[in-house]
């Protein structure tokens, strides 16, 4: 497995640009909107009160190329860009990513580490992104979105939408490098 790119979501509309490399530091990526070694509760964690400070177990997310392209494929799109799933970190050789237990560690050349915290449920923020972004050939009607891949992404989506993580090991990672997987340890 390795990474095919390497994603920076700058501002909040969390759509990602890409970059050659990157500093991983507690708290996630330098210069990424989700960095930070907390965050605000939201619909992903209903016993917490929304908007209550929790730990952000959501530093980095990362997308399969495998997986998007069934995801696609279940769409009925040419292809599901990562730029707009808010995805940092794109892998290839990773055929079933989302698979991938919590507990499983990424490690990069550099000595950075990843700790898998969950599996990335898809939502509905990600589907009205690709809505825009997949609008119909006939421009002549008002509504040119794709409206209806909203509520499909997330069926199409549901087992490969990647992971999150939180970083355990500070270091530079680079678009091209290859990660070794540590899976969980057993106690």
Same mark, same amino acid.
């Given at each position: ?13 969390? *759509?990602?640009? @890409?970059? #050659? $490399? ?8 330098? !210069? ?33 190329? $495998?997986?998007?392209? *069934?995801?696609?494929?279940?769409? !009925?799109?040419? $292809? ?13 050789? @990773? ?8 507990? =499983?560690? *990424?490690?990069? #050349? ?11 449920? #898809?939502? %509905?923020?990600? !589907? ?7 609008? %119909?050939?006939?421009?002549? %009607? ?17 087992? %490969? ?8 090991? $500070? !270091?530079?990672?680079? @678009? ?7 899976? #969980? =340890?057993?106690?």
């Amino acid at each position: 497995m390795h990474l095919a790119s390497l994603l920076l979501a700058p501002g909040p509309d969390f *759509l990602t640009r @890409a970059v #050659p $490399e990157a500093a991983l530091v507690f708290g996630g990526l330098a !210069g990424d909107v989700h960095h930070g070694l907390s965050r605000k509760a939201d619909a992903r964690t209903p016993w917490h009160k929304r908007g209550t400070e929790i730990a952000n177990t959501r530093q980095v997310s990362l997308v399969s190329l $495998e997986e998007l392209a *069934l995801v696609a494929e279940g769409l !009925g799109v040419a $292809e599901v860009d990562p730029a707009h799933l808010g995805a940092n970190l794109v892998l290839a050789g @990773a055929p079933e990513l989302t698979a991938t237990p919590p507990g =499983t560690r *990424l490690l990069f #050349p550099s000595g950075a580490t990843l700790f898998v915290t969950e599996a990335n449920p #898809p939502c %509905r923020q990600p !589907g009205r992104k690709l809505a825009a972004a997949h609008g %119909r050939a006939d421009t002549s %009607r008002a509504d040119t979105s794709r409206a209806d891949l909203e509520f499909a992404f997330v069926q199409a989506a549901r087992g %490969r939408r990647g992971l999150v993580a939180l970083v355990e090991r $500070e !270091g530079t990672i680079r @678009a091209d490098d290859a990660l070794r997987v540590l899976p #969980p =340890t057993r106690g």
